[in-house]
């Protein structure tokens, strides 16, 4: 059974860098470059947001203009799994980060109604001083 698990959260202080995780298990034969990838993040009492992507195949990346510039996605298909670095982090990029997947998104125009086959649970980053 294919599943994703993230990894890579903590407790940083602003302006500090993170790097997360979002790795796949479970299926052997497993080509991430075949799923686009999205990570999402919620914030307490706030709704789930799209933060970044990357498309199947091409690579395409797609970042949420709130986080541009401090906000990367990359890919290792020999490791299975896909990045989020974060960079310069604020108070307000607290939040519990989770990765979702879905085989032949593409999402260089944005999400556009992402629904995602698979989620992982997240991990919690907290951003304080």
């Known amino acids: 059974q294919l599943q994703f698990e993230e990894s890579g959260g903590g407790l940083v202080q602003p302006g500090g860098s993170l790097r997360l995780s979002c790795q796949a298990f479970?299926?052997?034969?497993?080509?991430?470059?075949?799923?686009?990838v999205v990570w999402f993040r919620q914030a307490p009492g706030k709704e789930r947001e799209g933060v970044a992507c990357?498309?199947?195949?091409?690579?395409?990346?797609w970042i949420e203009d709130s986080v541009e510039g401090r906000f990367t996605i990359s890919r290792d298909a020999r490791r299975r799994s896909v990045y989020l670095q974060i960079s310069d982090l604020r108070l307000e990029d607290t939040a519990v980060y989770s990765c979702?997947?879905?085989?032949?998104?593409?999402?260089?125009?944005?999400?556009?109604?992402?629904?995602?086959?698979?989620w992982g649970r997240g991990t919690q980053v907290t951003v304080a001083s």
């Open positions: 979702s997947a879905t085989p032949h998104y593409r999402c260089s125009g944005g999400l556009r109604g992402y629904m995602g086959d698979y």
């Open positions: 479970g299926f052997a034969g497993f080509n991430i470059n075949l799923y686009g």
């Open positions: 990357i498309s199947s195949n091409d690579g395409g990346t």
